[in-house]
T-cell receptor, first 110, second 115 residues
């Protein structure tokens, strides 16, 4: 699996957009970018994934650069409940064990 | 859909005793389940991969005789921590792969405290 690099922590004001970056410069052509999050003392939650096109669902948007070497997860209107550790994972599929790395700890403040 | 449960959600046991953690896929069949462990302020680390009807595959450094995994049905996998010690205190999380699909879903985790 390609290695990913994420900032250790980020802050975001409630109601504002949270933009979480991820670098994956060694990504292969058949690898997807997956995002999960883990709220304190809970199991990880799937957010979104994409291959090369931008993706949007009810939780977030995923913007992948044209060269696929980086991506940004966007939470359009962050709420306090979005405070969590966000993991960017590059994988051929999500059907196998995941290497979570350190992730980004997002703190949404009132 | 695609709900994974774990039981118990938390457990306290004495050093030297054994404790069993259950992982169930409630509304789908899971040929493969994964067990992760998470120490405070650290990320999830894969312990083992469990396939229904066969022996589990353990990651390097995980003692198979200490962490017994049984995956006897398509909806249930169990992790038994034998002769638990305080250093086994951790957050144990399972995930289940949807049969025939490239998706996996995570359980809520089990907090184990060994005193």
């Amino acid at each position: 699996d390609a290695k990913t690099t994420q900032p250790t922590s980020m802050d975001c004001a409630e109601g504002r957009a949270a933009n979480l970056p991820c670098n994956h410069s060694t990504i292969s052509g058949n690898e997807y970018v997956y995002w999960y999050r883990q709220i304190h003392s809970q199991g990880p939650q799937y957010i979104i994934h994409g291959l090369k096109n931008n993706e949007t669902n009810e939780m977030a948007s995923l913007i992948i650069t044209e060269d696929r070497k980086s991506s940004t997860l966007i939470l359009p209107h962050a709420t306090l409940r979005d405070t969590a550790v966000y993991y960017c994972i590059v994988r051929v599929t999500s059907g196998y064990a995941l290497n979570f790395g350190k992730g980004t700890s997002l703190l949404v403040t009132p | 859909g695609a709900v994974v449960s774990q039981h118990p959600s938390w457990v306290i046991c004495k050093s030297g005793t054994s404790v069993k953690i259950e992982c169930r896929s409630l509304d789908f069949q899971a040929t493969t389940m994964f067990w992760y462990r998470q120490f405070p302020k650290q990320s999830l680390m894969l312990m083992a991969t469990s396939n229904e009807g066969s022996k589990a595959t353990y990651e390097q450094g995980v003692e198979k005789d200490k962490f017994l995994i049984n995956h006897a049905s398509l909806t249930l996998s169990t992790l038994t921590v034998t002769s638990a010690h305080p250093e086994d205190s951790s957050f144990y999380i399972c995930s289940a792969r949807v049969q025939g699909m490239d998706e996996q879903y995570f359980g809520p985790g089990t907090r184990l405290t060994v005193t």
